[in-house]
C-alpha cells in the first residue's frame, strides 16, 4: 500500500463545468504524477510534480492545470470539462527509495464522466 | 524520445498454458523498463523491473522478463497460466531513474478453462 488516496472515485458532471481531482498521499514523497487512462491509449501523462509548487506539463496536458501547495496534496483540475476528457485518472507516486530506479506506485483511481 | 509498443491488444491462452507478452521499446538511452498489471477497476500494480542489472528479472505471480537489447524488447512470460491471471499488463520506459514513465497501450490477458 504506497498511501494513496484519490477522491472523488466517481464523478459525473456536465460540459462546461469545473472539476478537481484530489490526490492525497500520506508518506511526504516528492515525485507526485497525474495520468489518464482511455482505451487503446493505455496511461498517458497529463502533469507531474516535483516538490511544492514545483510543476511541469506532460504529454496531454492542454485542458489540464495542477497544483501543489502541500507535499502531501496534488490537485489536477479541469476548468471546463468537455467530454474528451471523459476517462479515468490516476495519481503516482515515486517513492523516496525508487526515485534512482523509477518505478511508480498508483492510486485506485478516479472515474470521470463528463456529460 | 522514448516509446513502447505492445504487440497484441488482447491475448488468449489455456490455463495452464506458457504466457507470452510482448513488449518492444525505443530509447536514446539505455533504458528502465517496467511491467504493471491492473485486475478490473483497480489501479497498476508493478510486476517486475528492469534497472540494467541482471538481463533476466523475475517478478511476482512467477512472471519473468528478459532484456534483450539487440531486439530491442522486453517481453513477459509465464510458464504456466492460472485464471487468476486474467488481466490488462502494460509495459512502460523511462530513461533514468528520475525521468518519467512512458506506458504502451496494453494488453488484455484472457485465460480460459
Known amino acids: 500500500d504506497a498511501g494513496i488516496t484519490q477522491s472523488p472515485r466517481h464523478k459525473v458532471t456536465e460540459t462546461g463545468t469545473p472539476v478537481t481531482l484530489r490526490c492525497h498521499q500520506t508518506e511526504n514523497h516528492r515525485y507526485m504524477y497525474w495520468y489518464r487512462q482511455d482505451p487503446g491509449h493505455g496511461l498517458r501523462l497529463i502533469h507531474y510534480s516535483y516538490g511544492v509548487k514545483d510543476t511541469d506539463k506532460g504529454e496531454v496536458s492542454d485542458g489540464y492545470s495542477v497544483s501543489r501547495s502541500k507535499t502531501e496534496d496534488f490537485l489536477l483540475t479541469l476548468e471546463s470539462a468537455t467530454s474528451s476528457q471523459t476517462s479515468v485518472y490516476f495519481c503516482?507516486?515515486?517513492?523516496?527509495?525508487?526515485?534512482?530506479?523509477?518505478?511508480?506506485?498508483f492510486g485506485e483511481g478516479s472515474r470521470l464522466t463528463v456529460l | 524520445a522514448q516509446s513502447v509498443t505492445q504487440l497484441g491488444s488482447h491475448v488468449s491462452v489455456s490455463e495452464g498454458a506458457l504466457v507470452l507478452l510482448r513488449c518492444n521499446y525505443s530509447s536514446s538511452v539505455p533504458p528502465y523498463l517496467f511491467w504493471y498489471v491492473q485486475y478490473p477497476n483497480q489501479g497498476l500494480q508493478l510486476l517486475l523491473k528492469y534497472t540494467s542489472a541482471a538481463t533476466l528479472v523475475k517478478g511476482i505471480n512467477g512472471f519473468e522478463a528478459e532484456f534483450k537489447k539487440s531486439e530491442t524488447s522486453f517481453h513477459l512470460t509465464k510458464p504456466s497460466a492460472h485464471m487468476s491471471d486474467a488481466a490488462e499488463y502494460f509495459c512502460?520506459?523511462?530513461?533514468?531513474?528520475?525521468?518519467?514513465?512512458?506506458f504502451g497501450k496494453g494488453t488484455m490477458l484472457l485465460v480460459s478453462p
Open positions: 512502460a520506459v523511462s530513461e533514468s531513474g528520475y525521468s518519467t514513465l512512458t
Open positions: 503516482a507516486i515515486r517513492p523516496g527509495l525508487a526515485e534512482s530506479t523509477g518505478e511508480l506506485f
